[in-house]
C-alpha cells in the first residue's frame, strides 16, 4: 500500500522560497499512470489545489499560483517536490501531498508558516 | 477557472438523519467528481470518485449522484463517526482542478 510522507522547513521568512518533498514508498513513483499533487489548507480554511506532476514529468499548476510554483520528481528517491517563491504570510497553511486523481492516498500533512 | 460551489456550508444533524450535501459546478465537467470527508488534524479521505462510483472500504451509506454541473453527497443514515467537514473536487484534466468550499456536518 503506497504511503506518502511531507517534509521540510516549518518556518520560512517572507520574500523566501518554500521547499517540500512527498517521499513515495511501497511503490515506485514512475511505475503506473499516476498524476502526484500538492494541496495546501490554512488554518480553518479549505483546500486549495496548488499544481500536479505526471508520471511523464508534465506539469500542470493553479493559475493563481503559477508564477510562484515549480513542482519537480526525482525518480531515483522515490520523491517529488514543491518549490513555491516569493512566500507571504497568506502562505501559511499545512501543505498536503497526494496520488492520483482523485487523491486516494495522501500524506499526513506538514505545517508551513510563514513569518519573520 | 471551474468554481464549485457547496451548499449548506453548515448542517446540523442527528445520529440516524438522511443528510445531503450539494455541490456545483460554474460549468460542466461530466462526471469527473469527487467527495472527500477531513477529520480535525487529518487528511481528506476520498470517499466517492466519478460523481457517483464508491471507493474501496467506504461504507454503503454514502452515495453520490449527478453530472454536469450539479451533483450531491448523501448519507442515508448518518453515524457517530460521520460528523466531519465534506469537499467535493472537480478534476477534469483540461482545467485546473479545484474543491468546494466544504460543509461541516455538526451534531444536532
Known amino acids: 500500500q503506497v504511503q506518502l510522507q511531507e517534509s521540510g522547513p516549518g518556518l520560512v521568512k517572507p520574500s523566501q522560497t518554500l521547499s517540500l518533498t512527498c517521499t513515495v514508498s511501497g511503490g515506485s513513483i514512475s511505475s503506473g499512470s499516476y498524476y502526484w499533487s500538492w494541496i495546501r489548507q490554512p488554518a480553518g480554511k479549505g483546500l486549495e489545489w496548488i499544481g500536479r506532476i505526471y508520471t511523464s514529468g508534465s506539469t500542470n499548476y493553479n493559475p493563481s499560483l503559477k508564477s510562484r510554483v515549480t513542482i519537480s520528481v526525482d525518480t531515483s528517491k522515490n520523491q517529488f517536490s514543491l518549490k513555491l517563491s516569493s512566500v507571504t504570510a497568506a502562505d501559511t497553511a499545512v501543505y498536503y501531498c497526494a496520488r492520483g486523481e482523485p487523491g486516494t492516498a495522501w500524506g499526513q500533512g506538514t505545517l508551513v508558516t510563514v513569518s519573520s | ?108
Request: hydrophobic share 30%.
Open chain 2, 1 to 108: 477557472d471551474i468554481q464549485m460551489t457547496q451548499s449548506p456550508s453548515t448542517l446540523s444533524a442527528s445520529v440516524g438523519d438522511r443528510v445531503t450535501i450539494t455541490c456545483r459546478a460554474s460549468q460542466s465537467i461530466s462526471s469527473w467528481l469527487a467527495w472527500y470527508q477531513q477529520k480535525p488534524g487529518k487528511a481528506p479521505k476520498l470517499l466517492i470518485y466519478k460523481a457517483s462510483s464508491l471507493e474501496s472500504g467506504v461504507p454503503s451509506r454514502f452515495s453520490g449522484s449527478g453530472s454536469g454541473t450539479e451533483f450531491t453527497l448523501t448519507i442515508s443514515s448518518l453515524q457517530p463517526d460521520d460528523f466531519a467537514t465534506y469537499y467535493c473536487q472537480q478534476y477534469n484534466s483540461y482545467f485546473a482542478l479545484t474543491f468546494g468550499g466544504g460543509t461541516k456536518v455538526e451534531i444536532k
